[in-house]
């Protein structure tokens, strides 16, 4: 028998929610990408012919480029650096996201520990669907068990 074979999953396979401070946003993703940033660490011991390398990692990078019909996120945004300016307490965020193969299987990741960066929030033009840009440092991503 032969083996099956499933197409790479793509965009439509995969959702991302917001979270800060409990308010719960749905993201229209147009793209987003995860990677972890950190350091190679070598050690060199005697006797041995090589270097023993390692990576040690630093944190986590979420970039998310969105669309949003409501203001939610925006207001939710807006809401996080008022809290910064009264150097209130800091804030819970997170962002989960599931992607769904195309196999019928489910995985989510959920990123902790969430810092928001230098966010836009925009449009281009009278017919230009509006943008939203969010670059995201993690704590840590996690992987959770996924809903069907």
Not at 68 to 92: H, T
Not at 120 to 134: C, D, I, M, P, S
Request: charged content about 25%; some cysteine.
């Amino acid at each position: 028998m032969a083996e099956q074979r499933f197409p790479n999953w793509s965009g439509k396979n995969a959702k991302v929610v917001f979270n800060l401070n409990d308010v719960q946003v749905p993201l229209n993703v147009k793209s987003w990408d995860v990677q972890r940033v950190g350091e190679w660490a070598e050690d060199d011991y005697c006797g041995e012919r090589r270097t023993r390398s390692h990576f040690i990692i630093k944190y986590y990078t979420v970039s998310i480029e969105a669309s949003e019909a409501e203001l939610d996120l925006l207001e939710a945004l807006l809401a996080e650096q008022a809290n910064i300016d009264e150097n209130a307490i800091p804030q819970e965020g997170w962002i989960g996201i599931q992607i769904r193969p195309n196999n019928g299987t489910s995985k989510a990741l959920l990123g902790r520990g969430m810092s928001v960066g230098d966010w836009k929030f925009g449009a281009g033009g009278r017919t230009e669907r509006n943008a939203v840009t969010l670059p995201l440092r993690f704590d840590d991503i996690t992987g959770l068990p996924a809903m069907p």
